[in-house]
């Protein structure tokens, strides 16, 4: 049983302890997620055989709509997904140059 599964649902909260309890599971589940995350630009940047091979318009353009399909099926506002992991997406490629570039 993972953290946020032991927290209680969203829509049977009842009052604001709960939902912080949740908010702060949730957080700390992101971060583990982001470690992993950033585990494969670990990877990527040790793969690459160039550093000009680290921006990839194209793929970053795919995770974009793909994270915002997701979303907007989920009923979250796709403008701010998209936001969201545009920010993503261009620091896990600042984290990998830096990465690439130690190598």
Same mark, same amino acid.
């Given at each position: 049983?993972? #953290?946020?599964?032991?927290?209680?649902?969203?829509?049977?909260?009842?009052?604001?302890?709960?939902?912080? @309890?949740?908010? =702060?599971?949730?957080?700390?589940? /992101?971060?583990? /997620?982001?470690?992993?995350?950033?585990?494969?630009?670990? %990877?990527?940047?040790?793969?690459?055989? @160039?550093?000009?091979?680290?921006?990839? #318009?194209?793929?970053?353009?795919?995770?974009?709509?793909?994270?915002? @399909?997701? %979303? @907007? %099926?989920?009923? /979250?506002?796709? =403008?701010?997904?998209?936001?969201?992991? =545009?920010?993503?997406?261009?620091?896990?490629?600042?984290?990998?140059?830096?990465?690439? =570039?130690?190598?």
């Amino acid at each position: 049983m993972t #953290e946020t599964q032991s927290t209680i649902d969203p829509a049977d909260c009842t009052t604001m302890t709960e939902v912080r @309890e949740g908010v =702060d599971a949730v957080d700390r589940a /992101l971060v583990d /997620l982001l470690v992993r995350r950033f585990g494969y630009m670990d %990877a990527a940047a040790r793969i690459k055989p @160039e550093r000009g091979a680290v921006r990839d #318009e194209s793929r970053k353009a795919a995770v974009i709509d793909a994270a915002a @399909e997701r %979303a @907007e %099926a989920a009923g /979250l506002p796709e =403008d701010v997904i998209r936001a969201l992991w =545009d920010q993503l997406v261009e620091s896990s490629i600042a984290y990998e140059l830096k990465r690439f =570039d130690a190598r």
